[in-house]
C-alpha cells in the first residue's frame, strides 16, 4: 500500500459563502447551549412536566442514531459480505456515523438536568440491567469508541511518512512516525473484530431505542405503541442507513464537483425496496394483529401522520426503486433516498413527540427557540466537520482523483 | 487483512498490484480476522458483562414485603380542604404560607397536577345532575411494580420493602426518562435549577413513617379520608366499605390491580374514568418492557450469536474470495 497522497492546489476550498451561513448556524447554536448551561432547562426550554422529552430527544438524539446507520449497513455489506464493489462507499459512511454519534451524545448531555453526573451510566455499581436506556446508553458509548477506533486507519493513513512538525519538534517526527506505522499495522490485524463488533452493538441499540418508548403505554398513539417497536426500528434503521449513504454521496458528488458514481449506488439501492416490503408486511400484520388499523380512518391528527409518514416514506421511496430506469437514474436515486431519510425522520418525532400524549395534558408543547437554535447549530457543526475532515483526510475516493 | 478500503491509493497502482496483493489480504483475513481466539476472547467479555449486569438485575428483584404499607382514599369523604396539600409542603419544606390560604377555592376553577413545590394537589370534578362535587387528591400512586424504577439507568428510584417508592439524587443524572415512563405522570421536576435539578415526588413521607409517623397528609386529614396501613388490610377494608354501602360506592378499588397494583388506593361513588383516572391494564407497562429487553438480551445469546453469525458470514466470503482471486491470479501469471 503506497502512502503517497498530495493535497495539493486544486482541492476544494474549505469556505465558500454557504459554509459561512453554516458556520453562522452554529455560532447561534453554541451561543444557545451556553445559555442552557448557565440558565438551566427551565429557562431556554418549553420542555415541562407533560413533556419531559422534547426535540433534542426526538431529532438530535432519536433521529440522529437513525440517520447515521449507514456506517453499520455499509461496513456490514462491503466488509462481511466482502463485496468489493462497495469499499469506496464505507469511508464516508464511516466518518458519517462517527461524527453523527459524536452529536448524538453532545446532544444528549445537552439534555441531561445532572449532565455532570452522566458518568454514573459507567459506574457498575449504579447500573439498572432493567432499564432499555441503560442498555441504549451503554451500547451508543460502546459503538462511538468501536467507530473511533475504526477511523484511526484513516488518521495514520493521512500522517504516516508525512508529520512534520516545526521547530524543535521535528525531533519527534521519526517516533511519531514509527508509532503511527506500529499503531495502523496492529489495526490492521484486529479490525476485523471491531467491524463486527460495530454491526452487533448497532443492531442492538437501533432496535432498543423502539424499545425505549413501549414503556410509555397509552401515552404513544396505538398506531405506533407496538412491543414490536424494535423490530421496526432496526428494520428501518437499515433501510434509512443505505439511504444515507446514497444521499451523502449524491450531495458530495454535487457539491465538490465530481460524477456521481450512479451504477454503485443503484446496485446498493437494491436493498432499500426489499428492507421497506418486509417492513411494510410487517407493519400491516401488526396493526391487524393489534386491531389499531381502524385509527388510519378517524382523521385524527394522528391517523394523518401516520398516512404521510408511511406514505411518503414507505411507499413512495419503494415504487420509485422498483423501476429500473430510475433506480439507475441520480434523480430517481436521490428523490428515493431522501424520502426514506425523511420518512425515518418523520417516525422517530412521531414515536418521541408527536403522538405522545401526557397523562395529563398541561399545555402543548412546541419548542423553544433555544431549542431549535441548538439543534440546528448541531447540524451545522456536523456539516462543517464532515467538510473539514472530508477535504484533509483520504476519505473519499473520488476526491483523490479529482485531485490528482 | 479486513481493513478499511485501500483508497489513497491510485486505482491503477490498486490495479497493477491489486490481485496478488487482494489476494494475500484476503486469505489473510480468513485466517486472522475470526480466529477462534478472538472469537472466545469476545465471547468472554460479554459473558463478563453479562454476569455483572445479571448480578446487577438479581439485586433489584422486587422484594415485597407481606406487611408493606400504603394509603386508602376514600373520595366519598373528602371535602376539598386542602389541608392535606399544606401538611404536605410543611413536612418536606417547600413554601407553604398559611394554613388559612387553603381556604382559597378559586384554585380548583383549572385542573392542577403535582409540581415540583406541590408534590400534592386536590382537583375538584363536579358532580353528575346537580350533586356535590368530588375532591381528589393526587400524588404519586408508589406502584407495586413501578415504571419509573425499571426506566431509571441508575437505579436513582427504587421500590423499597416498605412499600414506597423513593428517588436518591446521588444517583440521578437528570434524564427524565422515569417521567416519561410514569402511566400516571405524576413525578415532577425542577426545570428552573440548571445544575442540581431533581425529580420531585411524594415519597409517602419515608421520613417520618420510618419513625413510626404517619404521613403528614394523613395525620393531617381533619375527616379521615385519608388510612394509613398495611396495603393487604386497606384493600380488605376498602371491600368491606364496599359491601356495606353498595349505594355509596362503586364496586372498584383504583390501584388494587391498575398497572400491575399501586400502593395508594382509591374509592369513590362514580366511576375513575369520569374522574379523570387513567384506565389502565392489570400489568404494570414495566412487565412488557422488561420482557423484550431480557428476551432479546438473555445470557447475551442473540448478540453472541449473531457476533457469530457475523463472524462466519465475514470469514466465508473471504475466502470465496481469496480463492477466486487466487485462480485469477494463477492465470494471469505465467
Ligand atoms: S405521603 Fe407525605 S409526601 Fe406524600 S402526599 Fe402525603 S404528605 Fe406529601
Ligand atoms: S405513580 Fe408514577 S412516579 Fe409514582 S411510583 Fe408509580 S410510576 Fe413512579
Ligand atoms: S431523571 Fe433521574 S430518576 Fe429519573 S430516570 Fe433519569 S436518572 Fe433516573
Redesign the pocket.
Known sequence: MTRQHSIDASRPRFFTPGVWVVVAIALIGAAALLARFIFGLGRVTNLDNGYPWGIWIAIDVACGVALAAGGFTTAFVAHLTNREEFHPLVRPALLTAMIGYTFVALGVMTDLGRFWAMWHVMLPWMWQGNSVLFEVAICVMTYVTVLYIEFLPIVCERFIGRVRLPGALRVLNGPIDRLLRALDAALGRVMSVFIILGVVLSCMHQSSLGTLMVISGAKLHPLWQTPMLPMFFLLSAFAVGFSMVIFESLLASNSLRFKPETDLLARLARFIPILLGIYTIAKVIDLLNRGAGFHLLDGSRASVLFIIEFGLGVVAPFIILMVDRWRHSARGLFAAASLVIAGVVMNRLDVFLLAYTPTIETRPYFPAPAEFAVTAGFIAMIVLIYRFIVLNFPVIERLEEVRA | MFALPANKASRSDIEARGHVKASVRNATFAREALSRRDFVKISGVCAAGLATASAARASEKQTLDADRKG?LVDLTVCVGCRR?EW??NN??ELPHGELSDCDDQSVFDSRRRPTSIH??VVNRVPGRDGAAPTFI?T??MHCEHPACVSACLVGAMRKTAAGSVIYDASRCIGCRYCMVACPYQFAAYEYEKALTPQVKK????QS?TSRGEL????A?CPVEALTYGRRDELLKLAHERIDCNPDRYVNHVYGEHEGGGTSWLYLADRPFTELGFPELGPDSPAQLTETIQHGIFKGFAAPIMLFGLLGAIGKLSHARAAHTHAVQTEKVTP
Not at chain 2, 411524594?202 to 413521607?205: E, H, K, S
Not at chain 2, 404521613?215 to 394523613?218: E, I
Request: hydrophobic share 40%; proline share 5%; net charge positive.
Open positions: 394509603v392535606c401538611a404536605c413536612a418536606n408534590l400534592t387528591k400524588q404519586c411524594c415519597q409517602l413521607c417520618r404521613p403528614a397528609c394523613v393531617m
